[in-house]
């Protein structure tokens, strides 16, 4: 509901009042408060959670700190009951604080909810969110200007509810300024190991990496799991005949007059329409489809150089670039670690 996404207690013109705590020093530790509500998502608020207490284990550093607007226990979307410290009203100041999300995307952020936000981002240094998290700072008014993500699937409505927000729907975090903003799930461990590293060195992060069995930096962007961030399904009988015609055989070789000739339409109709109805140009469009065929051959278990050649690329090294540029990783590594979740004996 539309009231689930505004708060219409704090006026997005007003000016937000920042505390900002003193570094840490003679044995005080960086205050990491994290917002729960009911129907908050379990694992955008444990996986960061349990970063910092790792990064404890090699610098005692930090202190965890559950909140609720009213300081009572909430529900998590597992049916858990999870108990807090205190409310957000009596939270004090803190160096960081999370926002989690939840899999109801902005209906758990209630004005209740979104007060508290307000009150516990007024009152640190540094401001985050995990997920759907990102709603309550957008509805806060705090991501205007800002670059900033979301987990993929609520990715277009948070760009739509909020166009004063650069949404970048591909990215596993981002961070402007003093506001970061991350994907869902363990998108949040990977921005909590970034914070450690920049209050505490790459050593110190990599040793909590290797200790919870994660990568100290994911490869790639968001657009390794998703398709919906593939290009939008056609609508209008020549793009529909073009994209039935590429579809059927993406490794033939076709220029922009063979599609158009195809379809029965000039060049710039098609130039037009493409771009309008999937995103990008006819033979972005062709290139894309071509690099489908060749990812779905390389999840078969074929080489590198056969998913190129069935693909209709060059060579392979053509079809190397063009998943680079779409994935941010190599189709080696995509395939080892996408292929089969069965462990090497």
Known sequence: MEAAFHYRGCSRSSEVRVI??????????????ILLFDGVKMLDFVGPAEVFLEANQRIDSYELVMMSYD??????????RVGVNSSAA??????TIIIPGSERAAAVFTPD?????????????????????????????????????THWKFAGTLA???????VNPDSIFVRDGRISTSAGVAAGIDLALALVEEDH???????????LLVYMQRSGGQSQFSASLR?????????????????????RPCTVTDLAAHANVSTRHLNRIIREELGMT?????????????????????????????????TPVAFRRAFVARLGITPSDYQRRFQTTRQAS
């Open 20 to 33: 900002t705590p003193a570094k840490v020093s003679g044995g005080r530790k960086r205050r990491i408060g």
């Open 71 to 80: 300081g009572a226990d909430v529900t998590t979307s597992l049916g858990v």
């Open 90 to 95: 009596d939270g004090g100041v803190f160096d």
């Open 113 to 149: 909810v979104l007060e508290a936000a307000r009150l516990l981002t007024e009152r640190t240094r540094r401001i985050t969110s995990i997920c759907s998290g990102a709603f309550a700072l957008a509805s806060l008014g705090l991501l205007d200007g800002r670059k900033a993500t």
């Open 160 to 166: 739509a509810r909020f166009p004063a927000i650069d």
């Open 201 to 211: 060195g790459a050593a110190i992060a990599r040793s909590v990496a290797q200790l």
């Open 231 to 251: 290009a939008a399904p056609p609508r209008t009988p020549a793009a529909i005949a073009v994209a039935e015609y590429v579809n059927t055989d993406p490794t």
């Open 282 to 314: 006819p033979l972005e469009y062709v290139n894309s489809m071509r690099l489908d065929l060749a990812t779905g051959h390389l999840e078969s278990g074929a080489s590198v150089a056969q998913a190129a050649e069935y693909a209709g690329y060059s």
